[in-house]
């Protein structure tokens, strides 16, 4: 008789555990740091309020005073503000990011056409595309630093600078 009670028992025992397993499933998943989803927000507004909507002027009110640029590009330094200049349609479209606490990387792709002198090659018109990635450390709301493989050679020659190399 136990055994006849244990047989009926097995099906309702199941049936119970993968409705418990469905509910749990179910679930919204939280966000592992709650501080992740604005630190996103300030580095899309670098992007889309600084770059995309052309306001070179708000670099300030997104920067930290002290904000450090970590260069791990090679060739002559380009300014963001250089680049405005010399790319006055610069538009940048991130591909993907990856977030974890106030640590933020984008990749990025970035066009624009040489409309101004660019580390002394004059306006080309020439459309210009690159594709970098991007650290961010956000502090207060703020950027404090960045990491970039900003890829100047690249760049330059896409505006016709030829690169010379070092004599023998």
Known sequence: MFHKMFRKMIP??????????????CQPI????????????VVQGFYEGV???????RLKDIFTADMVDHELGTGPFIKDT????????????VNQWVIEGNMVAANVTVTGTHKGALAG?????????????DIWRIQDGKIAEVWHNFPTKDILQQVGYQLVPPAK
Request: proline share 10%.
């Open 12 to 25: 309702l025992s199941l049936l119970l555990i993968s409705l418990i397993m469905a509910t749990a499933a």
């Open 121 to 133: 090659v004059p306006p080309t018109n020439a459309q210009i595309t690159w594709s970098q990635m």
């Open 82 to 93: 250089e680049l405005f200049a010399a790319m006055p349609d610069m538009h940048i479209k």
């Open 30 to 41: 939280q966000p592992v740091n709650a501080a992740a989803p604005d630190s996103k927000a």
């Open 51 to 57: 770059v995309n909507q052309h306001h070179p002027e």
